[in-house]
């Protein structure tokens, strides 16, 4: 049960003001009713509170509810009233990775009575585990959020978007289903390489960067709002003098982002005659209703039951169910257009629902689909192998489970001992990457140092003010993936930050480095490295390998090898048994003769001996060559 003082807050409505004359009476906008032992008001208490503190707005048809008991057993029945096209208000929030957007999301939520005091928690939006452990966001979420100013109720939606470089597809879908973004920058760090680059997106995908700016954790001792205000004057070209100075954890200037969400981004266009087109961002895999659509309507409307058609995929379902998000999804009959919803229609795969494609209706198609879509690129590559070679079946099914969640996933079941031999290829390819980075000025060197360890070619450097720095180099991916990013955090003190994109495939020199123990060639410890790094991989891994292979009775050579050429090599000695523990002096013939049988003995050995590699040996050799690649 909600207080008195929470029901006036879910509508907007002043708080009634308590007076003393006698115990546990309330007196004001609302008549004198005691409260129950609890301190908790009764349900008709609190109805009558509701009716009597606004009585006219009922009377004027606006969507304000009057209903205490529906507020009380569902407080998310007021966000599903209709208002009208003008007073929506769809925006999401640019942020680099770890500027606080997540927290004032939260904040939001909060002011907006979305989300109760009581159900609060940090990084509300956020729902895997890793999510909150890492603290940034990963899959996007969206919220429908009711705002009352000046007595009108408004309906906003926020799409809250990943900040991380990997995710710009979706970012990008996520701004083309809204008509104002929140560029949120941190006062203390600055803009970031994340904030440039989500900014040229939307400018690429011809959507207008609306001026409301916010410059979060001023409360910070070392914030510097102005200087951070001017650095986006100078690196965007946006004016800041209205920008908003607000601390999201401290709660400091939400109400004055709400007020300019309204009153600085525009409405969506009233298109709701118009065949139905909807825009999907997002999507996910429900094992019990399948495929459930996250999606904004630009053109038409949708009702539940309707049959309806991808364009992209060229699928055609029912719509079971369609509903809003708020966060939680809540079930309605109908959206109209600039609404943004949800919808589950017993789709199997997400590949039939990407994330870009139209929804449209089957009977009546719209002439164009809307644009901006693609297919999504991988852009993190991961090697698995399992702990146990028999549960390689096992692993792959789980995968093609996986695929099912995400479409953006490709398997591909491969190793490195399948490449052909070099008589029989003409050349080999690797992907390459163009990398932005910003850095303070002192950084620089070390940064450009890093570049050229990782075969990168350097393309140019901008002074984007007058102590930070733009450095774009263009690399393989296979020296980012490792930990570039980390070695561009350490050398510059965690102050640069990077954006990256995938520019293409070029030829380059490499060589497939096999990896000989005691004779056999172990294939789990083959790679592809480029023919410059052979040695230095060669060398780490047979010497890494000596140190975790237990010693055998025979003496092991490891080796690393190129073809027929060994480049590297390490032996293991063989333990030895004294033989000659019980010859105290004698002739030192028969010192020899025993020697040599057991020489002969070891030989023998070798030749059926075989040599078992434990799994830490292959858990330590991948964290050798990630350091050393």
């Not at 990943?162 to 203390?188: I, K, M, N, Q, T």
């Not at 207008?208 to 205000?229: M, Q, T």
Request: hydrophobic share 40%; with cysteine; proline share 6%.
């Amino acid at each position: 049960m909600l207080m008195a003082s929470d029901f006036c807050r879910l509508a907007n409505f002043p708080r009634p003001q308590p007076t003393t004359n006698h115990r546990g009476a309330w007196r004001g906008s609302c008549s004198p009713r005691p409260f129950p032992s609890d301190g908790r008001p009764s349900e008709p208490w609190a109805f009558r509170c509701l009716r009597i503190a606004r009585p006219s707005a009922v009377s004027r048809g606006r969507s304000v509810s009057c209903r205490a008991a529906e507020i009380t057993t569902d407080p998310g029945q007021d966000r599903l009233m209709k208002v009208p096209i003008s007073n929506i208000r769809n925006f999401c929030i640019i942020a680099h990775i770890d500027h606080g957007k997540s927290t004032l999301a939260d904040k939001l939520l909060q002011l907006t009575g979305t989300v109760q005091k009581r159900e609060m928690k940090e990084q509300f939006l956020d729902n895997m585990d890793l999510e909150r452990e890492r603290g940034i966001t990963i899959k996007l979420q969206a919220a429908r959020m009711r705002y009352i100013l000046e007595n009108e109720p408004y309906c906003l939606n926020l799409i809250d978007t990943p900040g991380h470089v990997d995710f710009s597809y979706e970012v990008s879908r996520s701004l083309a289903a809204c008509e104002g973004a929140l560029l949120v920058v941190d006062a203390s760090q600055g803009v970031e390489a994340q904030t440039l680059a989500n900014v040229y997106l939307a400018l690429e995908n011809n959507l207008e960067i609306i001026p409301v700016r916010v410059l979060n954790k001023i409360d910070l001792p070392g914030a510097e709002p102005d200087r951070v205000s001017q650095e986006i004057e100078e690196i965007i070209g946006l004016d800041c003098s209205d920008a908003i100075h607000c601390s999201a954890k401290e709660g400091i200037g939400i109400s004055d982002i709400l007020n300019a969400i309204i009153t600085r981004i525009p409405p969506p266009k009233d298109a709701a005659g118009n065949p139905l087109r909807a825009l999907i961002f997002d999507s996910y895999y429900d094992p019990y209703r399948g495929v459930i659509v996250y999606f904004r309507v630009v053109d038409g409307t949708i009702k539940k039951g309707d049959k309806i058609y991808f364009m992209a995929s060229g699928k055609d379902y029912i719509a079971d169910e369609i509903g809003v998000l708020s966060p939680n999804q809540l079930p309605v009959d109908e959206l109209y257009a600039g609404e943004v919803g949800y919808l589950s229609a017993s789709i199997r795969s997400v590949a039939d629902a990407r994330v870009g494609d139209t929804i449209t209706h089957f009977g009546r198609r719209a002439e164009s689909s809307l644009p901006g879509y693609e297919e999504a690129r991988p852009m993190v590559f991961c090697g698995l192998f399992p702990v146990d070679a028999d549960q390689f079946p096992e692993l792959r099914d789980a995968l093609e489970k996986l695929q099912l969640n995400d479409a953006a996933l490709k398997i591909d079941c491969s190793n490195p001992t399948l490449l052909p031999e070099p008589g029989k290829r003409r050349q080999i390819e690797e992907p390459f990457v163009k990398i932005e980075m910003l850095t303070p000025k002192e950084y620089i060197g070390s940064l450009m140092e890093l570049g050229q360890e990782r075969r990168g070619e350097f393309k140019e450097m901008n002074f984007i003010t007058e102590n930070r720095a733009s450095i774009i180099y263009e690399l393989p991916l296979a020296e980012m993936v490792g930990d570039f990013f980390d070695q561009l955090k350490s050398r510059s003190k965690g102050y640069a930050s990077m954006e990256y994109t995938f520019v293409g495939y070029r030829e380059s020199e490499l060589v497939k480095l096999d990896i000989h123990i005691n004779g056999e060639p172990v294939e789990p410890l083959a790679t592809i490295v480029h023919k410059d790094k052979a040695y230095a991989v060669g060398r780490a891994l047979t010497q890494k390998l000596k140190e975790l292979i237990p010693r055998q009775m025979f003496k092991v050579p490891i080796q690393a090898c190129i073809g027929a050429k060994v480049i590297a090599s390490e032996s293991l000695s063989a333990i030895r048994k004294d033989v000659l523990s019980k010859c105290y002096g004698g002739d030192i013939t028969r010192k020899k003769k025993l020697l040599k049988k057991q020489a002969e003995g070891k030989k023998r050995l070798k030749a059926i001996g075989k040599v078992e590699v434990p799994q830490e040996a292959f858990m330590a050799v991948l964290r050798l060559e990630k350091e050393v690649i």
